[in-house]
Nanobody, 126 residues
Framework: QLQLVESGGGLVQPGGSLRLSCAASGFTLDYYAIGWFRQAPGKEREGVSCISSSGGSTNYSDSVKGRFTISRDNANNTVYLQMNSLKPEDTAVYYC???????????????????WGQGTQVTVSS
């Protein structure tokens, strides 16, 4: 069974950091681009970042550029999202997703992704 599992969410103060992990089971991530998305209450799902299957290309939304870093460790079948300088507006449920065919530099578009995790809550509050 193909499965993605996010972890690493939690409560953090403004200015703090968290590292989210996206681990795959039942398949290897080597051939998949991975995207991170988030959805806050009452808001639409937003693309945050994505990384190509090789890790050679990445993309970030303007709202997180310079603060978040996406990376992958194909040997451990895991993708990471390092989140620094967190703001209250970063509060959301964060999801990772896998896509077999996507050009990451053209955008972070949810409809292009085939497999989704269950999400992990990130809350930024003092």
């Amino acid at each position: 069974q193909l499965q993605l599992v996010e972890s690493g969410g939690g409560l953090v103060q403004p200015g703090g950091s968290l590292r989210l992990s996206c681990a795959a089971s039942g398949f290897t991530l080597d051939y998949y681009a991975i995207g991170w998305f988030r959805q806050a209450p009452g808001k639409e799902r937003e693309g945050v970042s994505c990384i190509s299957s090789s890790g050679g290309s990445t993309n970030y939304s303007d709202s997180v550029k310079g603060r978040f870093t996406i990376s992958r460790d194909n040997a451990n079948n895991t993708v990471y999202l390092q989140m620094n300088s967190l703001k209250p507006e970063d509060t959301a449920v964060y999801y990772c997703a896998a896509a077999i065919r996507v050009v990451v530099t053209t955008g972070i578009l949810a409809h292009e992704y085939d497999y989704w995790g269950q999400g992990t809550q990130v809350t930024v509050s003092s």
